[in-house]
């Protein structure tokens, strides 16, 4: 009787999580990545499936990761993790996401996490807006995305 039970809750997580398993995915925030680059996220570059997380691990003290709010899909919900906060971002729809660690912003310190296989671009105009070094470095991760997606 007990197996039973618990074979019907299971039986009902599974639909919960359909169609895969989601998986959970870690960004640490660095002072210096393995390529020697200050005030990094590592992967800078993601590519996740639809229900996947993301976590941002305070490997080093001093970051945040928050949503570059004219840099995601629209309509969905933003993030913001405070200072040397650990946070984990779901992400239940498809697009690209730019998101950056606010006191590093200038020193180019953003990230870029496609969502779901559907080529999606950003505003030129708003990667133009941020900081020069931040600017630079999202382009860098768009050409890592096209390399990804075979384009
Ligand atoms: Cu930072």
Redesign the pocket.
């Known amino acids: 009787m007990k197996i039973a039970v618990f074979l019907m809750v299971s039986g009902v997580l599974g639909i919960c999580v359909s169609p895969a398993l989601a998986e959970d995915y870690k960004v640490q925030?660095l002072n210096q990545d393995t390529h020697g680059r200050a005030?990094q996220f590592e992967p800078a570059f993601l590519k996740v499936a639809l229900g996947d997380t993301v976590t941002f691990v305070t490997t080093y003290k001093?970051?945040?990761s928050e949503s570059i709010l004219t840099l995601m899909p629209e309509g969905v919900e933003a993030w913001k993790g405070k200072i040397n906060e650990e946070i984990t971002v779901l992400f239940e729809t498809e697009g690209l996401y730019a998101y950056k660690?606010?006191?590093?912003l200038g020193?180019g310190?953003v990230g870029l996490i496609q969502v779901g296989d559907a080529p999606a671009q950003l505003n030129q105009a708003d990667v133009e807006s941020l900081p020069l070094r931040a600017e630079k470095r999202l382009v860098d991760l768009l050409a890592e995305a096209e390399a990804a997606n075979g384009q």
Request: with cysteine.
């Open positions: 925030m005030m001093g970051h945040n660690c606010q006191p590093h020193l310190m």
